[in-house]
């Protein structure tokens, strides 16, 4: 039993950093209708940011303080906010009205620049990296449970994220205009809504809750490399799509439907099976209930 | 009648050149071949994707299906079958053994293909693309748990029986096999599909027949593909096949342009030989192709070589849906 609970707080914990990663994705396909591959590699980009950050702010802020971390997060979330902001601008823009697929080659495109710019001897060199000690791991024990800090972080910076985002979506002009863009486009348009301030803002956005799950993996799978992003973001995506893509909570739970499963399978004897479970979840789920779990049917209209 | 005039010359003319391929420098040969493969993964995904309009991202695990059965053929049945023909192996036993394997991949991939695409082909656009990458994955890590072909570590000491016929011979057969579907009565449908499904089931057209159709019939040209893949580089591993294989392959069918077979094979010749070209500046060759798929995409998003106007109806891009 213990063991179950044991399994149980691994997952949630895996299962909330591909929820933050899923949530990108879901925000950016609620506002453009687009698969943004690119999604992934920025989570990777968070990660990098956190390797070269954590000395410096450990300097200012005394290394392994709280504050150093927090800094970290912070400014790595920045980076990344910018970094899909001008993503965006640059490659994404110019085609918001050309065909879908003209954008998802796009996307793939700038997925593969940012993996092979950061495998480059000048940038982040394409051998494994070892990420710093954020904050000094303890364990707590709960009768036979061990519970590393490290997770209760994971957890913890988690829940205070998507609650953040939650208020940001529901209680604020932005998010009210970032509801209304996915509900109908156009008629957001109509209605005096800065289309391009909004995906902006969608991106930025995304890319900045990435940066954090990039770090928080980083902290859980310390070794580090240029194409980390890649099983980690399509794994999101899944998640996002398990929740019914575009739906902000279905990707929440999606992430962690798809962490928890996949930690319990890694812990059986089926653990070799491990990377292709979550696929084979999410195919029965379309196939059941193709909107995803959280998602609405849509009527098709001719 | 001239499709089949072109299918019966561009089999002699590669039979012709295969018997000279021993002067051809290594090297060379090794990225003509490579680009025979290629058209025929790029032909046969047109053709889901192009002509169908079914956005599928799991070829290359139709391709690892066929590599692995085709080499699996000739390195355990060959041993067996190869002495029946005594004098005669250099001659006919090995083409007879090398066309019977690649047919097994073909036609183990279609049936692979047949399975994930029945239930998929229900769903539209970004689901069954996502779809068929969770396949492709599942048939990876699947090849990584199977002890008997290498496991993780691969299959190795498969024998080099890919030449120029066999490559060439294969992808002329693809294009054929495409075009000849395409173009005929029972092929409009194909076209219906990928311009307006709803309209097209309105009108009597069994969609899902179709687009299952579809992918069979490019799974099996992948699994071919596979088998040749295989037998010219001697050494398979599930990894060789990832999702990044695939993506490799998407690029090809869209620089090409969606449905423009002539466009896709410029698209998989310009693809293959791009890295070779860009082997001096070694360091950044993969950024530059990287970037190169943005340009192009941000210049041309039809795809390099669609012209406007050439076929109205498929102008409407079926993902608008």
Redesign the interface.
Known sequence: MSEFFQQLINGLALGSIYALIALGYTMVYGVLRFINFAHGDIFMVGAFMGFYLTPMAGQVFGPHSLACALMVLVLSMLICAMLGILIERLAYRPLRNKPKLAVLITAIGVSLLIEYVGQHPMVFTASPKTFPELVHSRNFHLGAVVLSSNEVLVLAVTIVLLVGLELIVQKTKMGTAMRAVSFNAPAAALMGINLDVVISFTFGLGSALAAAGGILYAMKYPSIDPLMGIMPGLKAFTAAVLGGIGNIPGAALGGLVIGIVETFVGGSHWSNYRDAISFAILILILLFKPSGLLGKGEIEKV | MKEKLFLLAALIVSFLFSLGSGHINPYYLDIVLGIGINIILAVSLNFINGYTGQ?SLGHAGFMAVGAYTCASVTLFLGPMVLPLFGGAIEMLGVPALFLMALCAGGVLAAAVGWLVGV??L??K???L???T???G??IR??F??IQAVGGPSGLKGIQTYTNLFWTYAWAALAIFTVLMLVHSTYGRGFLAVHDDE??AAAMGVNTTRYKVTAFVVGSFFAGVAGGLYAHLKTFISPSGFD?LKS?DI??MV?LGG?GNTPGVILAAILLTLLPEVLRPVA??R??L???L??II??TR??GLFTLRGLRPQSAR?S??V
Do not use: C, K, W
Request: avoid cysteine; proline fraction near 5%; aromatic fraction near 14%.
């Open positions: 956005f239930p998929s229900r769903l656009g970004d689901y693309a996502i779809v990458l969770g396949f994955e599942i890590v699947i990584q748990n709803i309209a999702f993506i998407v690029v869209i969606m360091q950044y993969m950024i192709y990287a970037l798929i943005i995409m941000l998003p039809q891009d993902t608008h």
